[in-house]
């Protein structure tokens, strides 16, 4: 089931993740995530870029309420956590991954949408949060990962109101990061990921796990870190030959 859930394609270094329930507005079941999860808990070693996507012109509209377990406490805690960790899974796993948007970007879509590294939205792509028109509150890591782009302030209106933003407010907000004509999400996301794929793995790598946590830090450790990353990447065999590449004015050959 979780299989036919989410499809995978593996395009040389790229891989397209598509979320697949078309009749849910692709939205998410523990079986879904699980096998987003298990992708990224053991990704094919040829694969430098993600490509997240949805079907049927929906992103994700959020979790499955049709599905919904009734917890307590202790159990929605635990199942928050569980979110948490495939969030955090994607964001920090080392794979840059791509959104590419269209259609429903709701409540734990945009949870995960958060977590990815470049974002592309489509015209029909509508961001909304909810959870206040609920009775509940986001758990899959909206108040950190949304928070961080939105601010507390519009967040909490965002929230307290369920208002939908465009892709175009998207943009100015930076929900996303690509605002595109219908159709084009997909495209732009394997051109990006084509670009990215030609990176210097570590180089990739080490902006996917500094940048986020820096902003975390007194400004003094976030400098301190920062000399750090500088240290490992510039000293690499990969700095040599992206040096050397650009003296000779030809295309760098990275690992």
Request: aromatic share 6%; glycine share 10%.
């Amino acid at each position: 089931m979780s299989e036919q859930m989410l499809t995978i394609e593996i395009d040389g270094d790229i891989a397209i993740l598509t979320m697949n329930r078309p009749a849910k507005r692709n939205a998410m079941c523990d079986a879904l995530l699980e096998a987003i999860d298990g992708f990224f808990r053991n990704p094919p070693k040829e694969v430098k870029v993600v490509v997240l996507t949805g079907t049927a012109g929906h992103f994700c509209s959020g979790l499955d309420l049709s599905e919904h377990v009734s917890r307590d406490a202790e159990g929605t805690m635990r199942h928050s956590r569980g979110w948490h960790e495939v969030m955090q899974r994607i964001q920090f796993g080392g794979l840059p991954v791509i959104s590419a948007m269209f259609g429903a970007v709701i409540g734990g879509g945009l949870e995960l949408a958060s977590a990815t590294h470049v974002r592309i939205a489509e015209p029909s792509t509508i961001f909304q949060l909810p959870e206040g028109r609920r009775g509940i509150f986001v758990g899959g890591g909206a108040s950190v990962g949304v928070g961080r782009i939105l601010g507390a302030d519009r967040m909490t209106e965002m929230m307290l109101t369920g208002r939908k933003y465009s892709a175009e407010e998207g943009l100015a907000l930076g929900l996303t990061h690509y605002s595109v004509g219908e159709g084009e999400a997909l495209p732009l996301a394997m051109d990006l990921a084509r670009k990215i794929a030609s990176n210097a793995p570590l180089s990739n790598y080490i902006m996917i796990q500094a940048l986020a946590r820096i902003q975390d830090m007194p400004r003094n450790d976030g400098l301190f870190t920062e000399s750090l990353c500088a240290a490992i990447t510039q000293t690499s065999p990969d700095a040599v030959e992206g040096l050397a590449a650009f003296l000779e004015k030809r295309a760098p050959q990275f690992r």
